[in-house]
């Protein structure tokens, strides 16, 4: 079951993921993206994460990804553009992602001592215990100041937002218009 | 049975999680529009929260996955300014080619 | 119970006047400035006279140091504090440097009152009073060149008071150029009381030559004269006396304050408080006599050519400021401090009378273009009289005394003192000569300007005046033996006995008869018969263009000093130098900046994408060095696990 769910999702996960790169519209690549984030939650889930396989739903597929198609509507992207681009991200770049894989993949699979996963494990291999009740008691024990620190960050980055994309001045205010027609 | 009763090595996993990411990298190197662009800066997060929650169950420690979660904080926080500086941007250059958008003065 | 008394106060006081005036001067009201200008050197100058009048009642005791409790310079054997030296020859001095100066500040507010600038010239006025003060009271040598170099620096700023004027800032240039070469010459001779003594307290370095009474001659020789080509150089002697006439572009006060009175005179101040070096080296006492002579004599006949009404005045004062040096070198020190004091009163006097005619001429200086001012301004002419026959030595004005005395110690010093004597009565003959070619170019015969209407000064500029000419008249009446004798403690007596008992009389009659001459000559030629110069000048005629061009001194150092320095500077250093090999190597290296960076900038393109890829190229990399040894091991074959911390957490 583990491993068919694995199989099912890591694909979707794959899937969303390249199609992402190969889709030209930005709202196609959007929905692509939500594609991988649900799938991930899932394979959150899979792991024993429920509380994670939750936010990232709410937060990544609901909020992040609402705004990144609200932006894309709001601005009217349309299509790519066929620019120019830059010969140093064809000749640097694809032969270090080559590089920076096979490393990574040299590193995990000469790794000893991972372990397998298996339904229903999690952060404790306590049956009658709950991954989310161990979650909390940290969160809200021993990071409990961090934790509000992130209230205060997300507020910062509201107003932050506010600020930049506040229109100043009428210039701007016509060329906000004109974008939003 | 057995096949359904199969555990997964934790390795593969990691190798999604890898593989993700490579994506997410090559994603920031061929798009062109800045939206998409940042999109596979999202994917890369992604990917990256998914080796924090495999380590978490590997170690059965519960600080990988708080880690995840403050992650997710600091990636809407960013996607809420990144975006608001997108539309600044865009408000300026009235384009979302990245390869236009290639002085830092307007 | 022992009385402080407080004489850091006399040089700070000023420094506060000219902190106040530089910084808020140009947004205060002019009568404040005066008044934050007058009072610094007013309170000094009653400082002074408390410290004298506490210590001439025996209330203090002279030597009297005041040191700041933390010192100054403190490094391995050296050491050096901001201590203040109080004795006779100090406290003469300031009540000469205070109190004139303070006459001087009182003559400016006249003087300059329409001037731009205004606060300006009453800092740096105090800004020299706070050097001179400082300079006077030093303890020690170094404090001493502090205050020589800031006297320097005061006088290099009114000198370019107008500086608009490019003769102005070239005068300033001058004089500090020149001072340059002094104070290197003073600086050696810092250098060598350093190393040889091992410290540079005036009160040590005499003890140190009391307990090795036979040390005389040799490293003191070149001590000395090192000393001489500093004092040289500030009291304008040849060869460095060159400054000076330039030095009459600042403003009047400046001239007579700075130029004649005080700063000038602090070579003679600096040999007589080092006579205890000077004593032990005749060699170098006899060349500072020479130098004195010799530039009393240069400058006088120089004097008589000049047509410059301040010009004469700055010949004059390098003349008498020869007389001092004469002095020093027949170590008739106190004689040089009693002329000293007596110049002062009566230099200052010619150049503020001198500059109340100027200013009654509207700012003409050609004595060519006055005469006839006798009637126009009263107050002017009599007290510029009166400091005419000063200088000229006529009895019983200050002059004489003190004149008087230098000859007399020049002519029973021995050896050779009977043709210093005689170059000093010449010189007291020609002084006389061009004061009165002065007197009566100015104030008798017609007004040889039309456009001109001359007026009296105001009366800030009156009062000085007629202080200064009781003073000169005055000064001397105190006597050369009481004043040696004040000043005994600090520079010794050197009682000049003579076998010939009336000898002093006869030769005070010499001295008297060549004024008399003088005057008797310049009554001829400039007022009886004024056309007999010009007949003079045609049938000599090189011997006038020579003075008249004061003997080409300055064309000569242009040609052979000058000239060659510079084209040494313009050509090698300019061009082998600066060019070829400093600029070669900044050409060098700021072609290799600019050539990575015309490569580096390729990266820079501005192009996100690029970036990316470099940023991921790097990380690569940095995955790669970290786990290289484990990478390799894999790719070899060996076996060799893969050094990951899993290990240890593996379940």
Same mark, same amino acid.
């Given at each position: ?7 099912l ?6 899937a ?7 889709q030209t ?5 959007a929905l692509s ?10 394979l959150y889930l ?6 994670l396989a ?7 597929a609901?909020?992040?990804?609402v705004l990144f ?13 066929r620019t120019?681009?830059?010969r140093?991200?064809a000749?640097v770049?694809f ?15 000469r ?8 339904l229903g494990?999690g ?10 009740v161990?979650l ?6 021993e ?5 509000e620190l992130?209230?205060?960050l ?10 930049i994309?506040?229109a ?6 016509g060329a906000?218009?004109s974008?939003e027609? | 049975?057995?096949?359904l ?12 999680s890898?593989a993700?990411?490579s ?8 798009k062109?529009?800045?939206i ?13 929260n998914?080796?924090f ?5 590997q170690?059965?420690?519960?600080k990988g996955?708080?880690f995840?979660?403050f992650v997710?904080m ?5 996607a ?8 600044a ?16 003065k307007? | 119970?022992i009385?402080?008394l407080?004489i ?8 506060a006047g000219f902190?106040?005036n530089?910084?808020?001067g ?8 005066s ?7 007013f309170?000094s100058f009653?400082? *002074?006279l408390?410290a004298y009048?506490?210590t001439?009642y ?6 009297y ?5 933390h010192p100054w ?8 504090d901001?201590s203040?030296?109080l ?9 000469v440097v205070?109190g *004139?100066?303070f006459l001087i500040h ?7 009152a329409?001037e ?5 010239y009453?800092s740096?006025l105090?800004?020299f009073?706070?050097f ?11 404090l001493?060149?502090?205050?020589w ?11 370019g ?7 102005a800032a ?10 340059r ?12 009381i ?5 410290t540079?307290n005036?009160?040590?370095?005499a ?14 020789t070149?001590?000395c004269?090192?000393l001489?080509v500093?004092?040289a150089?500030k009291?304008a002697q ?12 600042g403003?009047?006060?400046v ?7 005080t700063? /000038?005179?602090?070579? /003679?101040?600096m ?6 070096l000077?004593?032990?080296a005749?060699?170098?006492?006899a060349i ?21 009404i301040?010009r ?5 004062t390098i003349s008498?400021l020869g007389?001092m040096?004469?002095?020093?070198? /027949?170590?008739a020190?106190? =004689? ?11 230099k200052a006097?010619?150049f503020?009378a001198?500059g109340s005619?100027i200013h009654a001429?509207g ?8 005469g ?9 002419f ?6 005419v026959?000063t ?5 019983p004005?200050a002059?004489f ?5 230098i000859?007399?110690?020049?002519f /029973?010093?021995?050896?050779?003192g ?5 170059v ?10 061009y ?6 170019? $100015? ?5 040889r300007?039309a456009d ?6 105001p009366r800030s500029m ?11 008249i005055?000064?001397?009446?105190i006597?050369i ?5 004040y ?8 009682p000049?006995?003579?076998s010939?008992p009336?000898?002093?009389l ?6 008297v ?9 310049a ?7 004024t056309?007999?110069?010009a007949?003079?000048a045609a049938?000599?005629?090189a011997?006038y263009t ?6 080409y *001194?300055?064309?000569?150092y242009?040609a052979v000093?000058?000239?060659p320095?510079?084209?040494f ?9 600066? $060019?070829?090999i400093?600029g070669?190597?900044?050409?060098l290296?700021a072609?290799s900046a600019?050539?990575s ?10 192009n996100?994408r690029?970036?990316?890829?470099w940023?991921?190229?790097?990380a690569?990399?940095?995955?790669l060095?970290?786990f290289? =040894?484990s ?10 696990d893969?050094?990951?911390?899993l290990h240890?957490?593996?379940?």
């Amino acid at each position: 079951m583990h491993l068919i769910l694995f199989f099912l999702f890591a694909g979707f996960c794959l899937a969303g993921a390249i199609n992402l790169l190969l889709q030209t519209h930005p709202i196609n690549s959007a929905l692509s993206l939500i594609v991988v984030m649900t799938s991930l939650a899932v394979l959150y889930l899979l792991l024993g994460a429920e509380f994670l396989a939750i936010a990232q739903i709410i937060v990544y597929a609901g909020a992040v990804m609402v705004l990144f198609t609200f932006v894309v509507m709001l601005l009217n992207a349309g299509r790519e553009e066929r620019t120019l681009g830059s010969r140093a991200a064809a000749r640097v770049g694809f032969p270090a992602v080559v590089v920076l894989l096979a490393v990574l993949a040299t590193i995990i699979l000469r790794a000893q001592g991972l372990v397998s996963a298996h339904l229903g494990a999690g952060l404790t291999n306590d049956p009658n215990g709950s991954n989310l009740v161990v979650l909390s008691q940290v969160l809200f024990h021993e990071l409990l100041l961090p934790f509000e620190l992130t209230s205060v960050l997300i507020l910062i980055a509201i107003l932050g937002a506010v600020a930049i994309a506040r229109a100043d001045g009428s210039k701007v205010d016509g060329a906000e218009r004109s974008a939003e027609k | 049975m057995s096949f359904l009763h199969h555990d997964v090595p934790l390795t593969w996993y990691l190798l999604l999680s890898a593989a993700l990411f490579s994506l997410g990298v090559v994603g920031f190197l061929i798009k062109r529009n800045i939206i998409t662009v940042f999109m596979s800066i999202e994917l890369m997060l992604n990917a990256v929260n998914l080796s924090f929650v495999v380590f978490a169950y590997q170690w059965h420690e519960v600080k990988g996955q708080i880690f995840v979660f403050f992650v997710m904080m600091v990636a809407a926080a960013e996607a809420a300014v990144g975006l608001a500086i997108i539309i600044a941007v865009f408000r300026v250059r009235a384009t979302l080619a990245v390869d236009r958008i290639n002085l830092m003065k307007l | 119970m022992i009385l402080s008394l407080h004489i850091w106060l006399i040089p700070l006081l000023p420094l506060a006047g000219f902190l106040l005036n530089g910084i808020l001067g140009s947004r205060l009201p002019r009568w404040l400035v005066s008044t934050i200008g007058l009072l610094a050197p007013f309170l000094s100058f009653v400082l *002074v006279l408390n410290a004298y009048a506490l210590t001439s009642y025996s209330a203090v005791a002279l030597p009297y140091v005041e040191t700041f409790p933390h010192p100054w310079i403190a490094i391995g054997g050296l050491r050096a504090d901001f201590s203040f030296f109080l004795d006779p020859l100090s406290l003469v001095m300031l009540l000469v440097v205070t109190g *004139v100066g303070f006459l001087i500040h009182i003559y400016s507010v006249g003087y300059m009152a329409h001037e731009e600038g205004y606060a300006r010239y009453f800092s740096f006025l105090n800004l020299f009073l706070f050097f001179m003060t400082v300079l006077v009271l030093a303890g020690n040598v170094l404090l001493l060149f502090v205050g020589w170099e800031g006297v320097g620096l005061a006088s290099y700023l009114l000198i370019g008071f107008w500086f608009q004027k490019p003769s102005a800032a070239a005068a300033g240039k001058k004089a500090f150029i020149v001072n340059r070469i002094g104070d290197f010459g003073f600086l050696i001779g810092i250098f060598l009381i350093l190393a040889n003594f091992g410290t540079l307290n005036f009160a040590q370095i005499a003890q140190v030559l009391t307990l090795k009474a036979a040390w005389h001659g040799g490293v003191l020789t070149a001590i000395c004269l090192c000393l001489l080509v500093g004092a040289a150089g500030k009291s304008a002697q040849l060869p460095l006396y060159v400054w000076l006439p330039d030095a009459m572009e600042g403003p009047t006060p400046v001239s007579a304050l700075i130029h004649a009175a005080t700063m /000038v005179t602090a070579g /003679v101040y600096m040999i007589a408080r080092t006579h205890f070096l000077f004593d032990r080296a005749p060699i170098a006492l006899a060349i500072v006599a020479i130098v004195g002579a010799a530039t009393a004599i240069f400058a006088a006949t120089i004097a008589l050519a000049q047509t410059d009404i301040k010009r004469v005045l700055a010949y004059s004062t390098i003349s008498q400021l020869g007389y001092m040096f004469l002095a020093c070198g /027949v170590a008739a020190y106190s =004689a040089a401090i009693f002329h000293l004091v007596t110049h002062a009163f009566f230099k200052a006097l010619l150049f503020l009378a001198a500059g109340s005619v100027i200013h009654a001429m509207g700012g003409e200086q050609d004595m060519r273009k006055m005469g006839g001012l006798r009637k126009k301004i009263p107050v002017t002419f009599w007290t510029m009289t009166i400091a005419v026959f000063t200088i000229a030595g006529f009895p019983p004005l200050a002059a004489f005394f003190s004149k008087d005395a230098i000859l007399y110690a020049a002519f /029973v010093s021995g050896s050779g003192g009977v043709f210093l004597w005689l170059v000093g009565l010449l010189t007291a003959l020609l002084t006389s000569l061009y004061m009165f070619r002065l007197w009566y170019m $100015t104030f008798f015969g017609e007004l040889r300007t039309a456009d001109a209407h001359p007026h009296e000064s105001p009366r800030s500029m009156r009062a000085p005046l007629i202080i200064l000419a009781l003073l000169s008249i005055c000064g001397g009446w105190i006597g050369i033996e009481s004043f040696s004798a004040y000043l005994a403690p600090s520079v010794g007596l050197h009682p000049a006995v003579s076998s010939f008992p009336h000898l002093e009389l006869i030769l005070t009659a010499f001295a008297v008869l060549a004024a008399l001459e003088g005057w008797l000559i310049a009554d001829k030629y400039y007022r009886r018969k004024t056309e007999r110069p010009a007949q003079l000048a045609a049938a000599l005629p090189a011997g006038y263009t020579l003075l008249a061009n004061k003997y080409y *001194v300055d064309e000569i150092y242009d040609a052979v000093l000058v000239k060659p320095l510079f084209n040494f500077s313009r050509y090698f250093l300019g061009w082998v130098v600066d $060019t070829g090999i400093l600029g070669g190597i900044a050409w060098l290296l700021a072609g290799s900046a600019n050539l990575s960076g015309a490569i580096l900038q390729r990266w820079q393109s501005g192009n996100l994408r690029s970036y990316a890829a470099w940023l991921t190229a790097a990380a690569a990399v940095i995955l790669l060095f970290v786990f290289h =040894a484990s990478i390799g091991s894999y790719l070899g074959a060996r076996g060799i696990d893969v050094q990951l911390n899993l290990h240890w957490m593996g379940h």
